[in-house]
């Protein structure tokens, strides 16, 4: 990465009215969680089929036990890296208006962000199938599975979206709103291929807006729509670029 592009993108940095950053599984690699697509991915070892909606509903006793193992002890155990401090240390200088995010990991509000649009939904929050209440998944006990639900004693699902499902209209709409303000979109470890969140970046571009990418590995935003594209690790990139915005 050039100190050009770096300072360069800085600059756009400094002088946005109103950034937003928009991220996914490459921000998370660096705490110990892999992507879920590609050689390696959480898809490479396990059937995405399982992680059906309908499928969950007439098998809970077969999928959450994979449920347990690959979203509570291995992602619930991660911590922040250097990249969502940095995202977070954007928004405290009142530098970030809020990160919309393909992630369920809860890491950005881990790091000490305060808006955080979760596209996919979050590892963080249960809800019942049968009464629809929702609860805060350390306060579900996984000794027994499934786990049931507190209240009535129904199903719980995991408040991410499975295959199958539509993502919440509601931060569809927030994170859409939130991207039409925008003058700059911070593209952090992700390249946009999952709809309908891999068009937020295209909002702000096509009302003539910046986009700064990094990713370590070229993707579909990086030489057609990017303006900037820092190459390398978020958990490098991201400090560097923050350090030289806030100096």
Request: charged share 20%.
């Amino acid at each position: 990465m050039s100190n050009h592009a770096l300072e360069n993108a800085a600059k756009v940095l400094r002088e946005s009215r109103c950034t937003i950053a928009f991220t996914g599984a490459g921000i998370s690699v660096e705490s110990g969680i892999p992507p879920f697509r590609g050689p390696g991915g959480v898809w490479s070892k396990y059937d995405p089929a399982m992680f059906e909606k309908h499928y969950f509903k007439r098998h809970p006793d077969e999928v959450w036990p994979l449920l347990k193992k690959i979203f509570y002890d291995m992602i619930g155990k991660a911590e922040p890296n250097p990249a969502h401090y940095a995202l977070s240390e954007l928004e405290d200088h009142g530098k970030l208006a809020g990160i919309i995010t393909q992630n369920i990991d809860g890491l950005h509000q881990q790091a000490g962000s305060q808006q955080v649009y979760e596209y996919h939904g979050s590892t963080r929050r249960m809800q019942c199938m049968d009464c629809r209440l929702y609860f805060d998944s350390p306060t579900i006990s996984l000794d027994r599975l499934p786990p049931p639900c507190p209240a009535c004693g129904g199903l719980l699902k995991p408040d991410f979206v499975f295959f199958g499902e539509g993502v919440s209209s509601d931060v569809h709409y927030e994170a859409t709103a939130l991207a039409k303000q925008a003058d700059v979109c911070l593209i952090v470890g992700t390249g946009g291929e999952v709809m309908p969140a891999g068009r937020i970046p295209y909002i702000v571009k096509n009302r003539g807006g910046t986009l700064i990418e990094i990713n370590l590995y070229d993707t579909g935003y990086s030489y057609s729509t990017s303006d900037y594209y820092l190459q390398g690790k978020a958990g490098t990139r991201l400090p560097e670029l923050v350090r030289e915005v806030l100096g």
